[in-house]
């Protein structure tokens, strides 16, 4: 069963157009983490360099590397959520897995949840260093699967993996004396031009093994919210995005589990006074379902906007 998660956000999270955001950071202690891509290369430098500058270096020894690749499921599993959100396949990179097996290895090793890392630090290498930039990381967690989908239950995270210009992904995986970390690059493979039609689009669609919202990222996804129900945690994120130019000043949302009323909260990109976050959820709705989803609750639900409506309708 996936664990709850702790997140640590240090982003820039690129979206049609470009943000800013803050500075990586490190968790207190080395427990169960997620974070998404920091503000550093990608401004400037929006695509990484050639594979020869990514070496295929193995982990030494204090880390072992996991298997990484589509028989280690997270490229079945990202595809799994990018083909219920409408947007194409993507293909692993060879050279992108190599820097993030890397990363994983140092966030194994020395337990700091950060898109960076200490050149004093014998874990430390410039591949790894390199990737951390553009990569979501996380720690805590046993398989790929579990990994794809804490970040599937960030909001920001979300995002990321469902953007409609990514064609290409590494990952990486490593276990060390502070558990299983992995990485994931989501930035460098955004190679294709933004969708242009088959807006809205929501996620999640279908059956998700997403129940609920990772919890502590900053900036806070669920600021302003209501507090939680009994489970004291907030259901699976439903993502409505209409589209890369669309405005969203507010939502109408309508929305059931098994039949009765679901309550939730409800944003758009007006409600987050953090800058990033306002500008990834141009054109979006998030609704939060204020307690954690149960196995076997079905959620129906309509919502509209300025932009249009969308119908919601997925199982967990």
Same mark, same amino acid.
């Given at each position: 069963?996936?664990?709850?998660?702790?997140?640590?956000? +240090?982003?820039?999270l690129? $979206?049609?157009?470009?943000?800013?955001?803050?500075? &990586? %950071?490190?968790?207190?202690?080395?427990?169960?983490?997620?974070?998404? /891509?920091?503000?550093a290369?990608?401004?400037?430098?929006?695509?990484?360099t050639?594979?020869?500058?990514?070496p %295929?270096a193995?982990?030494?020894?204090? =880390? +072992?590397?996991?298997?990484?690749?589509?028989?280690?499921?997270?490229?079945?599993?990202?595809? #799994?959520?990018?083909?219920?959100?409408? *947007?194409?396949?993507?293909?692993?990179?060879?050279?992108?897995?190599?820097?993030?097996?890397?990363?994983?290895?140092?966030?194994?090793?020395?337990?700091?949840?950060?898109?960076?890392?200490?050149?004093?630090?014998?874990?430390? +290498? !410039?591949?790894? =260093? #390199?990737?951390a930039?553009?990569?979501?990381?996380?720690? &805590?967690?046993?398989?790929?699967?579990?990994?794809?989908?804490?970040?599937?239950?960030?909001?920001?995270?979300? @995002?990321? #993996?469902?953007?409609?210009?990514?064609t290409?992904?590494?990952?990486?995986?490593?276990?060390?004396?502070f558990?299983?970390?992995?990485?994931?690059? @989501?930035?460098?493979?955004?190679?294709?031009d933004?969708?242009?039609?088959?807006?809205?689009? *929501?996620?999640?669609?279908?059956?998700?093994t $997403?129940?609920?919202?990772?919890?502590?990222?900053?900036p806070?996804?669920?600021?302003?919210?209501?507090?939680?129900?009994?489970?004291?945690?907030y259901?699976?994120?439903?993502?409505?995005?209409?589209?890369?130019?669309?405005?969203? !000043?507010?939502?109408? @949302?309508?929305?059931?589990?098994?039949?009765? !009323? #679901?309550?939730?909260c409800?944003?758009v990109?007006?409600?987050?006074?953090?800058?990033?976050?306002?500008?990834?959820?141009? &054109?979006?709705?998030?609704?939060? /379902?204020?307690? $954690?989803?149960?196995?076997?609750?079905? $959620?129906?639900?309509? *919502?509209?906007?300025?932009?249009?409506?969308?119908?919601?309708?997925?199982?967990?």
């Open positions: 069963m996936l664990r709850r998660a702790a997140i640590t956000l +240090s982003m820039l690129l $979206v049609t157009s470009c943000g800013a955001g803050d500075a &990586g %950071t490190t968790p207190s202690s080395p427990t169960t983490s997620t974070s998404a /891509p920091s503000t290369a990608t401004a400037a430098s929006p695509s990484r050639t594979e020869s500058a990514i %295929t193995v982990p030494s020894a204090g =880390a +072992s590397a996991a298997p990484s690749g589509p028989s280690s499921g997270w490229l079945a599993r990202l595809n #799994l959520l990018r083909s219920s959100f409408g *947007v194409p396949a993507v293909a692993e990179d060879a050279s992108l897995t190599a820097g993030d097996k890397l990363h994983a290895r140092y966030v194994a090793r020395t337990g700091m949840v950060t898109q960076s890392e200490d050149p004093d630090s014998s874990a430390h +290498s !410039e591949a790894g =260093a #390199l990737a930039t553009t990569s979501l990381v996380g720690l &805590g967690f046993d398989t790929p699967a579990q990994f794809i989908d804490a970040w599937a239950g960030s909001p920001f995270q979300l @995002v990321n #993996l469902l953007d409609s210009r990514l290409r992904a590494g990952f990486g995986i490593a276990s060390g004396p558990g299983t970390a992995a990485a994931l690059d @989501v930035v460098n493979g955004r190679t294709a933004p969708a242009t039609d088959g807006w809205p689009r *929501v996620w999640p669609r279908g059956r998700t $997403v129940r609920r919202l990772t919890s502590s990222a900053q806070d996804a669920t600021s302003g919210c209501p507090d939680t129900g009994p489970t004291g945690g259901g699976t994120p439903i993502l409505i995005d209409f589209g890369p130019t669309s405005s969203i !000043e507010g939502a109408t @949302v309508t929305i059931t589990a098994n039949g009765g !009323e #679901l309550p939730t409800v944003h990109a007006s409600d987050y006074p953090n800058p990033t976050a306002s500008q990834l959820m141009a &054109g979006k709705v998030l609704i939060m /379902p204020l307690d $954690v989803l149960k196995t076997g609750t079905s $959620v129906q639900g309509t *919502v509209t906007t300025s932009a249009g409506t969308a119908t919601i309708d997925f199982a967990t």
